[in-house]
């Protein structure tokens, strides 16, 4: 009766361990999924945000390439308009 016993309560501790096991290896999955699947655009939400007020596209990786290129051209042109205006003032007397 005793064996019987032991038997049971050890494989009740089995039990619960594969049991807690599992769910361990579901919440890994749940949050590797979560992060992997959960966001379509890589961005987490205040970068989505801060993008959108700087009228970046980011709903596609193409539109993010490209509105990104020409705020960037954009700031080039102004940098190169800024360091002729320094140039200009630098030689006048």
Not at 40 to 64: C, N, V, Y
Request: proline share 2%; glycine share 8%; hydrophobic share 45%.
């Amino acid at each position: 009766m005793k064996r019987a016993r032991a038997v049971t309560q050890g494989s009740i501790f089995t039990l619960l361990g594969l049991l807690v096991a599992a769910l361990i290896v579901l919440l890994l999955v749940y949050r590797v999924f979560h992060a992997y699947f959960g966001n379509k655009s890589g961005l987490d939400t205040h970068a989505q945000q801060s993008l959108a007020g700087e009228g970046i596209d980011f709903s596609s990786p193409r539109g993010l390439l490209e509105t990104t290129k020409s705020k960037v051209d954009a700031l080039n042109a102004q940098v190169k308009e800024r360091d002729a205006k320094m140039d200009s003032l630098k030689e006048s007397p």
